[in-house]
């Protein structure tokens, strides 16, 4: 967690500056394009724009199905006789657990349908429950693991292994880097809206670095709470619900204790997916605006108040066959969600690469790392292209069928097809053009404040 929070933070530093040089709704699409120069910015454009709309629905239906394991967990901590059992393997449980995802999916789909004022009480509520979370982790779950099962010892925190994957020790070390990355990744999500954000060359630059060093400041010490408050191994492996928090809760907490956790855990999860869909709306409008995606023409539309109800929609409708797949296989529907990060991950490397192979000027850059910026450029190439690596390793070993194989290469492959298909098909003229990237630069360049009035202008 340490090496990867010193290093992300270079990386979203590297992507804060060319935020800063080209603030446009549908940044890190944007950034490809303006970073692939004039010859090759349109193919790697397309090619990030569809990478990138594959990383956001992802997220969006992986928070629908954590929100539900928190809600379903309770069916075993009760001790609900439910049909089959509360297991994947019974088919009876993975209907319910899609039903529930889906609604909660639909509640938040219906959020990001209000007008503008609503997201800014969406906004409020998210940070007060993440705090509450956080304040409650850091107080209340201490207490009371001490006065129930114990701590575990500072030898176990900090010296021990475990090695439950398969493979060799080394192999599962680089595994672990699949957990931190994904932890510390989504924060280009600050560029999606520069568009509707005053001074964006300014402040979505500054989102996109400060989100990436809180979520490193609060990541380290939150895993080293939950390993001392961590029951010993036989018990953890032990645990069989859904989401195995919830009975960590129960044990330390109590049933009172544990029903309060869960719900504020539930809470936290669905005000993130509003949150999630809230950047992702914008990200596959910008896309669709600029004549990317199929069907562009009616997901690119908005509403007489500016909201892109039609690429919320779109996104809804994707999540929703994602989820379909929890009805076959839970664990196919895991390995393909766990893609999500993939090529997010990838298109910073890409960025970075592309940077440095073209040279691309950011001096009108508002935000920028100064003499810092080569160097942290190639750190974030090799970084990026080790994190992509891990992502796309089996994660058990031996892979003696298709339920254990990693699917993200399969998916990440098939998307990358349809991007090149998207690129060939779909005339210059259809997308963004380099003119209209250089205008916007230059009213940037002599605007440094420039804010979504500027640019819709």
């Not at 107080?139 to 493979?167: D, E, K, M």
Request: aromatic share 12%; with cysteine; hydrophobic share 55%.
């Amino acid at each position: 967690m340490l090496i990867t929070s010193f290093i992300m933070i270079g990386v979203a530093a590297s992507l804060a500056e060319i935020c800063s040089a080209v603030p446009l709704s549908g940044s890190i699409y944007i950034w490809a394009a303006e970073a692939g120069g004039r010859r090759f910015g349109r193919f790697f454009g397309f090619v990030v724009a569809l990478w990138t709309t594959t990383a956001w629905t992802s997220f969006v239906a992986s928070l629908a199905l954590a929100t539900t394991n928190f809600m379903l967990s309770e069916l075993v901590i009760f001790e609900i006789d439910f049909p089959g059992g509360v297991t994947t393997d019974n088919i009876n449980f993975r209907a319910l657990s899609w039903a529930c995802s889906v609604v909660f999916l639909a509640l938040a789909i219906a959020v990001n349908y209000s007008p503008p004022r609503v997201f800014a009480w969406v906004f409020r509520i998210a940070f007060a429950v993440i705090m509450l979370d956080a304040l409650l982790t850091f107080i209340w779950l201490p207490i009371a693991v001490s006065r129930s099962y114990g701590f575990q010892s500072a030898s176990f925190v900090f010296t021990s292994t475990y090695n439950g994957t398969g493979a060799p020790d080394g192999w599962a070390w680089l595994l672990s880097y699949v957990f931190t990355s994904g932890i510390l990744t989504g924060f280009d999500a600050a560029g999606h809206v520069s568009e509707e954000v005053q001074g964006a060359s300014l402040r979505s630059a500054r989102g996109i670095f400060w989100s990436c060093v809180a979520t490193a400041a609060g990541a380290f010490p939150t895993l080293i709470v939950f390993l001392f408050c961590s029951p010993d191994l036989d018990t953890l492996f032990a645990l069989s619900t859904p989401q195995p928090f919830v009975q960590l809760y129960q044990l330390s907490m109590g049933t009172g204790g544990q029903v309060f956790m869960t719900i504020v855990c539930i809470a936290g999860l669905f005000v993130n997916m509003v949150v999630c869909i809230v950047a992702a709306s914008r990200l596959v409008f910008a896309i669709a605006r600029d004549g990317v995606l199929p069907g562009s023409s009616w997901i690119g539309k908005v509403g007489p108040d500016g909201v892109p109800r039609n690429a919320t929609t779109f996104i809804g409708g994707i999540a929703f066959v994602l989820l379909c797949i929890v009805l076959a296989n839970v664990t196919a529907f895991n390995s393909l969600i766990s893609c999500g990060a993939v090529p997010t991950i990838a298109a910073y490397g890409l960025i970075a690469l592309l940077r440095i192979i073209n040279k691309t000027d950011i001096s009108r850059a508002v935000w920028s790392t100064g003499r810092w910026s080569k160097l942290l450029l190639w750190v974030t190439v090799p970084w990026c292209a080790f994190i992509t690596a891990t992502l796309l390793s089996p994660v058990e070993f031996p892979v003696t069928d298709a339920s254990l194989l990693n699917w993200a290469p399969v998916v990440l492959a098939i998307v990358t097809l349809i991007a090149v298909g998207a690129y060939l098909a779909t005339p210059e003229s259809r997308w963004l053009s380099k003119r209209q990237v250089e205008e916007i630069n230059a009213e940037a360049a002599g605007h440094p404040m420039v804010g979504a009035d500027d640019v819709k202008a």
